[in-house]
């Protein structure tokens, strides 16, 4: 008798390298783990973010999120803290907390973002473009960040003010 499975219930193994790579405002996604191949558990990317990278402070609804960062610097504010991640640290980002960040120093980031539901990638998947290379892709344009700007309330993100100042970072 053959044992019926669903989404989430079997063990899933990515090769490095391995995950379908999308550029998306100015970043390079590879799709490491798909909410849908986990029964809506979790998603997971590895994010490649080029320095000045510097997302509009925002706040997720549907989800909380860890970073893991294995290259690059970053300084993240975090409700009203503000903190400094550098390779090997990590952060744990609850649903509700509006936050931001910045890719400082000389190197781009890289880092794994993770998310409690999952199905975020999927916003940068209607948003961004396969990436047709390894590199980065151009910072986003106008069109771009106003396709974000319309497609974000359909994932549950809210907009609250403006990136974090390079003063800050």
Known sequence: MAIETTAGDSPILRDAGAGDVIWAMGNRF???????????ALSMQEVVAPVGTAPPLHTHHRE???FVLYEGSMIYR?????????PGSSIYLPRGLAHT??????D???FLALTF????ENLYEEIGRPAP????PDPPTPEE???WLQTSPKYGLELNGPPLPEAES
Do not use: M, N, Q
């Open 117 to 120: 539901p999952g199905g975020l």
């Open 101 to 106: 960040f910045r890719v400082v120093g000389t």
């Open 30 to 40: 590879t799709l490491k783990l798909r909410s849908a191949e986990t029964g809506g």
């Open 133 to 136: 290379g390894r590199g980065l």
């Open 145 to 147: 960040i106003a396709a």
């Open 64 to 66: 909380a999120e860890v």
């Open 78 to 86: 975090a409700g009203d803290e503000t903190f400094e991640l550098t």
């Open 108 to 110: 781009p980031a890289r």
